[in-house]
């Protein structure tokens, strides 16, 4: 019995694999399209209910795409420049002309690769700021909003890099491990390869290099970070004690689930661990929860500021109810 899952193999990052100019388009573009689609319109409802209102504005449609298109903008562009800066080892923020050129060396078009979530999450909130100040605007009103729609739509970018076979998860031995193609090969000749093969019903006798089942760590994101913190947020929408309660509950949410799903997928490999317990620790598999990577330094700032931010908001409330 195999207790593990291929890579299903008609999946191709390319929609249409093999079919000139229809080559270009990619599945990992086409979902960031379903989630600024489904982002609008989750929000555009949130609007509807009125919550966006105050005693001297009514929601108008037109500020609804302006203001989700200064974010979208500012979230592309925190995104490219937060992975050349955080993630990049090949210099490219040295030639910064070159973050948002879509073709690589060859000339062959390859999109905006490299996408920082947490690059994209200071541009968004810096969009979403200068939007509200330039159209006098309660910040934290239309934060609120934005993010009881953005988890929704981010859960079609983990399907993106799903589809794209990327940001794998460490070996595992769980029934639902999937090979992934591009994932790290290791000799069948090692001992322990040969003991993990074993336990998984994995036939190794005939090959010399051994792919290992991966948890579909993407998978998980789009589960917790998507799926399940939408719901949280969209059931609590109507009983917010606070303008602002939601926005830092995403941003605390997100910051809690990633912490603890990075245990579970793969540090980028020219990068490994940026606190490490042992620093010789191998990232295809979790020695220790000492061992922290690039993402949870940058969730644990994500979460200690959704806390400090909300005593701050809290106190400011209190305060403004006692006058």
């Given amino acids: 019995m195999f207790l593990y899952l291929n890579y299903p193999s008609w999946i191709h990052p390319q929609i249409f694999p093999g079919i000139k100019f229809l080559g270009l388009l990619r599945w990992y573009s086409l979902m960031y399209v379903f989630a600024f689609v489904t982002a609008y319109f989750v929000l555009k409802k949130v609007a509807k209910e009125g919550a966006l209102d105050t005693p001297s504005y009514k929601f108008i449609e037109d500020d609804l795409f302006s203001f989700i298109s200064t974010g979208i903008v500012f979230l592309l562009l925190g995104a490219r420049i937060g992975s050349s800066l955080i993630y990049d080892r090949t210099g490219m923020w040295k030639t910064p002309w070159l973050i948002f050129w879509p073709f690589d060396a060859q000339g062959n078009f390859t999109g905006l690769a490299g996408m920082s979530y947490h690059g994209g999450f200071i541009g968004g909130l810096l969009g979403m700021i200068i939007w509200c100040k330039r159209h006098k605007k309660p910040f934290w009103k239309w934060c609120d909003a934005m993010c009881t729609a953005i988890p929704i739509g981010y859960t079609f970018g983990r399907i993106g890099n799903f589809l794209n076979g990327e940001l794998y998860g460490r070996i595992t031995t769980m029934p639902w491990g999937i090979i992934f193609p591009g994932a790290e090969r290791f000799s069948a000749n090692i001992e322990w390869v040969q003991e993990f093969a074993q336990k998984i019903g994995m036939d190794i006798s005939s090959t010399r290099l051994v792919n290992l089942p991966r ?6 994101e789009a589960l917790f970070e998507g799926i399940i913190l939408f719901l949280i947020i969209w059931f609590t929408r109507k009983h917010k004690k606070f303008d602002g309660q939601l926005g830092l509950t995403y941003a605390g949410g997100y910051g809690l689930f990633r912490f603890f799903i990075e245990y579970f997928r793969e540090p980028d490999a020219d990068i490994g661990y940026r606190i490490a317990k042992d620093a010789s620790a191998p990232i295809y598999t979790n ?7 690039t993402g949870q330094i940058l969730c644990f700032i994500m979460i200690v500021f959704a806390i400090t ?8 409330q209190k305060k403004q109810e006692k006058k």
């Fill in 287 to 293: 020695t220790s929860l000492l061992n922290f990577s």
């Fill in 215 to 220: 948890h579909p760590s993407q998978l998980y």
């Fill in 309 to 316: 931010t909300t005593v701050i908001l809290l106190i400011k």
